[in-house]
DNA sequence: TTGCTTTGTGTCCAAACGGCACGAAGGCCG
DNA sequence: CGGCCTTCGTGCCGTTTGGACACAAAGCAA
């Protein structure tokens, strides 16, 4: 057993991309390191996986610990374990991304110690650590999961109008959509409730309001359905033409 | 740092799916255990990973001590991190699946010492550890991945038929492809070279052969190609129609 | 030469995609 | 109350893609 023993002198952690989204803009949650390594600048929230907790759990926790949430989307996304990611010795990473509705998030206790503060994701800098490459690999990882289960409306209000949702789509995706063929796309799905309600306090005409049925994707998914939104064809340049 | 280190008692391991293809069947490479825990049962071939190698490193070492083979298609799918997933302490797997063409695997000194086998993924029984849950999480990505990039030629030799390549994609997506629709798709994407041979040794007519073009592939990509087979819808049965 | 097996190929219809523009609703302001 | 401003909501049509479908020709073997 002693043989064995030799490899057991790691530790691993979680770490969690949170992302919210705000009018418009896909927002990533980041702490301000208030200790070394790399003190002060600003990192994802993780921490050291307890010997008898699950990673899962231990995922659940970091975010519940930062945002006071529970029973919050929450996938993992792959580890991360090279030799020197950390200075402290070998600690091997297993990255997690979930989706919180930002207007629920309020700081919590755990979060005044550890300065937290919402970042737009096209606007991050170095970051602690390996941590920029684990944001990217969250990152992909949302865009595809998105394009491929109905997991916006994680994002989004319980009510929301179609173009919230478009331009969440857009953010995610990084790209623009037509607003009429997204609509046709969407509501052809049948996973959207017509609340009959409009949004108040616009200045302009009122956009109506939908909810995501999630009984309603489960029983057509036991149908056979399939949720998809193509990615879209990238635009030919006409100058790459013709050579 | 004391408080640190009572998490420094963990070890981590790969475990490694590597997928063969023979001749339409799809095929994992599995060892049976010569020690306990789980002594006798069938196993993914894996290994803890070394204190100062990188996992994906541990991954591939794993790979070639069993097959010899390197420079092998080789991808991380995720971590497996319950409390009680291994019997003597706290291990970490990280799941790897690799593919290999299979006519090159020879048995390797390594390999002798455990007995090594290749099993149809379509009869696989109980396996050591939650080793069944990793291969369905690793089967279920190479379904993923196998439709958003050219990797199925990786199970096939240098010089294939579309027969053969649309049987791997038959076996590796579960489903039936139409012989038509199928060469009309893969053909129109201009990835492969027909390479002007025909088959030999069979006992009608042969069939062309053509080799997968990894060079052209990247040009394509350059120039915003992206492969891609759609999921094959499901065929709805008529008896539930009409409800 | 005949038979056996597998190859290789084209058409047609239906569905999905993607580009595009304007009248209608409601709040605000004067 | 009327006019203005902003955003909402909607339909058509040409093009592309998907999917069903059958048979003659090639090569080998006996």
Known sequence: MSEVNTFFKSAFSVDNVIFGFDDGDLKVLLIKRGTSPYK?????????????????????????????LRNVYLEQVKAFGKVDRHPIGRVITIAYYSLVKISNYTVT????????????????????????????????????????????????????????????????????LDKRNFRKKILSMNLLVDLGENQEGVAHRPARLYAFDPARYEQLVAEGFHFELKESRRKMNPASLGG
């Open 109 to 176: 206790p755990a979060s005044f110690a550890r300065k937290a503060q919402w970042h737009s994701i096209s606007a991050i800098g170095k970051l602690a650590f390996d941590h920029n490459e684990i944001l990217d690999a969250c990152f992909e990882r949302l865009k595809q999961s998105v394009r491929t289960r109905p997991i916006g409306f994680e994002l989004l209000p319980p009510k929301f109008t179609l173009t919230q949702l478009q331009h969440l789509y857009e953010a995610i995706l990084e790209t623009e």
């Open 40 to 68: 002060g600048m600003w990192a994802l929230p993780g921490d050291l996986v307890y010997p008898n907790e699950d990673i899962d759990t231990a995922a659940a926790r970091v975010l519940e610990e930062l945002t006071g």
